[in-house]
């Protein structure tokens, strides 16, 4: 089975600019999370859903990040516009609420703002 | 704010050595536990879970769980110098049903 998916895997975009990054959840998955690393504060835990409606997003750093999950095999996290502190690598994971509650993380999207 | 506290490292360890990565949580009501490695680049893999006080073996893997110390551990047996990562210390927040993660402990395994 697959595993989590991302595109794009590498973004380099200009300050001003507005950034989509996709996830497609492992199948059958009905929790999915969006965390950004960064080497000053870690992993972070930007926002979560279960199936498909936004449960948290306190971890959203501001009102330029956005994320939507329209249906149980997509979501987005879009950024508008995109400032250089936004560089980072944002994952996308996903659970399955019956389980242990073990996170399965996709490749990630590095992000570089110029 | 719940807190998961890892020494930052680098740990290193000769190649065939036990390697013992330590985490604190300050969450007394934590029930659930992982540990994932991160290879320089890649994302987080999980590689050990725990629920219960004791140990739990996989392998050359075992994680250590003490809840009234709040304290979980992981050792690492005969290290290879592929065991060379990041190692993220996580801790499921039952109500909010997310992971806070710690900031991790870079291990080295020397040849």
């Known amino acids: 089975d697959a595993g989590v998916i991302q595109s794009p895997r590498h973004e380099v975009t200009e300050m001003g600019q507005e950034v989509t990054l996709r996830c497609k959840p492992i199948?059958?998955?009905?929790?999915l999370f969006w965390y950004r690393q960064t080497m000053m504060r870690g992993l972070e835990l930007l926002i979560y859903?279960?199936?498909?409606?936004?449960?948290?997003d306190s971890g959203m750093p501001e009102d330029r990040f956005s994320a939507k999950m329209p249906n149980a095999s997509f979501s987005t996290l879009k950024i508008q516009p995109s400032e250089p502190r936004d560089s980072a690598v944002y994952f996308c994971?996903?659970?399955?609420?019956?389980?242990?509650?073990?996170?399965?993380f996709g490749p990630g999207t590095r992000l570089t703002v110029l | 704010q719940k807190e998961v506290e890892q020494n930052s490292g680098p740990l290193s360890v000769p190649e065939g050595a036990i390697a013992s990565l330590n985490c604190t949580y300050s969450?007394?009501?934590?029930?659930?536990f992982f540990w994932y490695r991160q290879y320089s680049g890649k994302s987080p893999e999980l590689i050990m879970s725990i629920y219960s006080n004791g140990d739990k073996e996989d392998g050359r893997f075992t994680a250590q769980l003490n809840k009234a110390s709040q304290y979980v551990s992981l050792l690492i047996r005969d290290s290879q110098p592929s065991d060379s990562a990041t190692y993220l210390c996580a801790v499921l927040d039952t109500g909010r049903r997310a992971l806070t993660f710690g900031s991790g402990t870079r291990l080295q395994v020397q040849p």
């Open positions: 199948s059958g998955h009905d929790y």
């Open positions: 969450d007394r009501v934590s029930q659930s």
């Open positions: 994971a996903s659970t399955l609420a019956g389980g242990p509650h073990e996170q399965f």
């Open positions: 859903f279960n199936n498909n409606v936004p449960i948290d």
